[in-house]
Nanobody, 127 residues
Framework: QVQLVESGGGTVQAGGSLRLSCAAS????????MGWFRQAPGKEREIVAA????????YYAESVKGRFTISRDNAKNTVYLQMNSLKSEDTAVYYC????????????????????WGQGTQVTVSS
């Protein structure tokens, strides 16, 4: 069982920055591929970023590429999402997700591929 807790959400002006954190329980964090998703009101959940066990292996949605950075610190059992140059379109509930895998360079971009989810944290960007 993996439990995930997001934090760092809040309200920020357009052009500002936020850093989200996702703290994971258990001893298997290093064996998990991790992802960040978001869901805006009236819209479907969408992938934001993903990271494999090997840090250089990452994925970004085109809408956030160049503005967001996903990273992980296995010693702290934590994955981060640094969000810069925020836009009103980034307003959503952001979720952290985990998938156990033996693939060192494997990441996942579909929500159905993940086994564990956090409770979500609200990000609001004012224009």
């Amino acid at each position: 069982q993996v439990q995930l807790v997001e934090s760092g959400g809040g309200t920020v002006q357009a052009g500002g920055s936020l850093r989200l954190s996702c703290a994971a329980s258990g001893r298997t964090f290093a064996s998990c591929a991790m992802g960040w998703f978001r869901q805006a009101p009236g819209k479907e959940r969408e992938i934001v970023a993903a990271i494999a066990q090997s840090l250089p292996s990452t994925y970004y949605a085109e809408s956030v590429k160049g503005r967001f950075t996903i990273s992980r610190d296995n010693a702290k059992n934590t994955v981060y999402l640094q969000m810069n140059s925020l836009k009103s379109e980034d307003t959503a509930v952001y979720y952290c997700a985990a998938r156990e895998t033996s693939g060192l360079y494997t990441y996942y971009t579909q929500g159905r591929e993940y086994d564990y989810w956090g409770q979500g944290t609200q990000v609001t960007v004012s224009s």
